[in-house]
Antibody, heavy 119, light 107 residues
């Protein structure tokens, strides 16, 4: 059974940093692109970043470029999102998800972790 | 960036109704479109990918159609479990973008 479990969310002040983790199990982690998607309270879904199987290609939404870094550790079957210079507008539930094959839709999602940026 | 526009934003329907949700892309995305269902406090669940392919395990009352810039999600015979918010997503090009969502409410 495919499982994705996020952790690392919490309350942080504007300008602060946070690192999210996503532990993957139930599939061969090295075979799949992975993604982060976020959802601000009461709002819709926003794609954040994708990373290729070997980490050689990464894509970001413009609003996080230069501030967020997506990465993965195959030894730990884990996906990460390093978030720096956090803004109030980054407040959201952050989901990690798996990308099947070479398509960029998302077939398995974690339960999400809440990041609150507030003073 | 490709803008995805869903309509309606809210839809009131009864059990057994046929429901149609529309998604328009600001430029052609071929058939690179997915539909998701999301219930409050839960992660989204994929229903349809590549515009019309039904994800494994998803009931056959859900169907998708369209290509280019116009797409529809149809629920044939709305069930109590289907009251939720639905999102379309294009994956033709980066940045990946979602529609604003359609909330299906009980009439």
């Amino acid at each position: 059974e495919v499982q994705l479990v996020e952790s690392g969310g919490g309350l942080v002040q504007p300008g602060g940093s946070l690192r999210l983790s996503c532990a993957a199990s139930g599939f061969t982690f090295t075979n799949n692109w992975m993604t982060w998607v976020r959802q601000a309270p009461g709002k819709g879904l926003e794609w954040v970043a994708n990373i290729k199987q070997d980490g050689s290609d990464k894509y970001y939404v413009d609003s996080v470029k230069g501030r967020f870094t997506i990465s993965r550790d195959h030894a730990k079957n884990s996906l990460y999102l390093e978030m720096n210079s956090l803004r109030v507008e980054d407040t959201a539930v952050y989901y990690c998800a798996r990308i099947p094959g070479s398509d960029s839709y998302f077939d398995y999602w974690g339960q999400g972790t809440l990041v609150t940026v507030s003073s | 960036d490709i803008q995805m526009t869903q309509s309606p934003s809210t839809l009131s329907a009864s059990v057994g109704d046929r429901v149609i949700i529309t998604c328009r892309a600001s430029q052609s995305i071929n058939s690179w479109l997915a539909w998701y269902q999301q219930k409050p406090g839960k992660a989204p669940k994929v229903l349809i990918y590549q515009a019309s392919s039904l994800e494994s395990g998803v009931p056959s009352r859900f169907s998708g159609s369209g290509s280019g810039t116009e797409f529809t999600l149809t629920i044939s015979g709305l069930q109590p479990d289907d009251f939720a918010t639905y999102y379309c997503q294009q994956y033709n090009s980066y940045p990946v973008t979602f529609g604003g969502g359609t909330k299906v409410e009980i009439k």
